[in-house]
């Protein structure tokens, strides 16, 4: 060990995380500093980070934050660190997070190794099979509102680690920029956008909800990613209990649920609707479950309680693809447009088509119409003809399948 140092950091830690932190790009901080400006005099600036923490003299500077849509229509916070600052955070985050991940739960999918949103929602598909009655959970305002105590009690129970501790303290408490440019100092919550965030965040819950109700209420079974959460229940008093208690648990947590976003929902699979005074649709990661009709492998008609691309999703594809202005750009060919934009359109297509293709066709649909609306723009012979020019536009997706991701 460094006498000179009141800790001990690998100056490769700091190096690791540097690449982990290039490789996920992001916008630059409150500095104005982007990866650029860093890499210019990188060995100088990484050297000032391991420095600073092994000194324990490293202060992280005020997080910028940015309003981002939401796809309901609101706006969220984003906490933009910058880039050094977020190098920092990385490092204790991969000296933590091996620490925190063999204790949390298996149904706990956010943010975490091998874990994805795509298997919460399968397991949350299969599970509406089972059970007919679903709490869709809303926690308002929850990273905004974590109690710091309550978060730094969660690591000292894991970690006697000084650097750890000192760090995650100096980070929860690190002031904002927000949107005003007003200084604003913070005595509960950690900004979405921050690396440890989220790790705070998951070990938040893990004793505020997983445990919890893995222990109060055995049998129950949920999923969990972040703070979006669905729970099943086999019949209605079940759920109704458990509702009541989870109330209680996340008035004794510091947090609240949202009084008009959770809900009870019936997960009704039947051929005719049953009456009953509960929802019966939810929606869970961009996902619309709800009751749908399908095709089995063997041809024949049922019933189940499915996901598919939900309203919001679908709006806010619309709202980006609108952006595009693509049926101005007619100095573009397919090919152009192509090129120009399909990285957008696979990452639609592999996160919403991985789940249901059949889901998915409404965006499908839509990518036709406005290629349609281009084309009759584009070309003479389609003037006053969108009919012809769709043919056409079908012809060329079906021709060339892979031109456009949505409709591989």
Known sequence: ??????????????????????????????????????????????FKIWNRMSSGSYFPPPVKMVPIPKKDGGVRMLGIPTIGDRIAQTVVKMMLEPILEPIFHEDSYGYRPNKSAHQAVEVAKQRCWVNKWTIDLDIKGFFDNLNHELVLKSVKHHTNNRL?????????????????????????????????SPLLANLYLHYAFDSWITRVHRGVKFERYADDIVIHCNVLVEAQKVLKNLNQRMIDCGLELHPDKTKIVYCSQAMIREKVEFPQEFDFLGFTFKRRTIKTKHGKLRDGFLPGLSKSSKKQISAKIKQWYLPTRTDFNLQDISKRYNPALRGWFNYYGQISVAAYRPVQRHVREVLTNWAVRKFKRFKGS???????????????????SSYV
């Open 1 to 46: 060990m460094n006498k000179t140092k009141s800790f001990e950091i690998s100056k490769m830690l700091v190096v690791e995380a540097y690449k982990q932190v290039k490789k996920n790009k992001g916008a630059a901080g409150i500095d104005n500093k982007t990866m650029a400006d860093f890499d210019a005099d990188l060995k100088n600036n990484l």
């Open 164 to 196: 750890i501790l000192l760090y995650v303290e100096r980070w929860l408490k690190c002031p904002v920029i927000d949107r005003d440019g007003n200084f604003v100092k913070r005595d509960k919550g950690t900004p979405q956008g921050g690396v440890i």
């Open 386 to 404: 969108r009919t012809n020019a769709g043919i056409f536009i079908d012809d060329v997706l079906k021709k060339y399948p892979k031109m456009f």
